[in-house]
Nanobody, 123 residues
Framework: QVQLVESGGGLVQAGGSLRLSCAASGRTFSSYTMGWFRQAPGKEREFVTAITWSGGSTRYADSVKGRFTISRDNAKNTVYLQMNSLKPEDTAVYYC????????????????WGQGTQVTVSS
């Protein structure tokens, strides 16, 4: 069992930066692939990025490549999402999620979810 709690969301102007954190509980955190998804009002939940248990492999949605960076610290049971050059279209609730296998872009393939944190980017 893995419990996830996101933090770090907020309001930022376009072009600004935010860093989201996702703290996990559970002894097997280091064995899980961690992902970030987001959901804007009226839209489906979409994949943002994911990182394997070792941090050796990452995957990004085309819309965030070059602007967002995922990382993890297994000693702290935490995964991070550094978001730079934010755009109004990045506005959404951001969720972290965990799955026991490799990276996957489908939200249905993730077993555990946090409650989400709101990110709002003003123009």
């Amino acid at each position: 069992q893995v419990q996830l709690v996101e933090s770090g969301g907020g309001l930022v102007q376009a072009g600004g930066s935010l860093r989201l954190s996702c703290a996990a509980s559970g002894r097997t955190f280091s064995s899980y692939t961690m992902g970030w998804f987001r959901q804007a009002p009226g839209k489906e939940r979409e994949f943002v990025t994911a990182i394997t248990w070792s941090g050796g492999s990452t995957r990004y949605a085309d819309s965030v490549k070059g602007r967002f960076t995922i990382s993890r610290d297994n000693a702290k049971n935490t995964v991070y999402l550094q978001m730079n050059s934010l755009k109004p279209e990045d506005t959404a609730v951001y969720y972290c999620a965990a799955r026991p296998y490799g990276t996957d872009t489908r939200w249905s393939e993730y077993h555990y979810w946090g409650q989400g944190t709101q990110v709002t980017v003003s123009s």
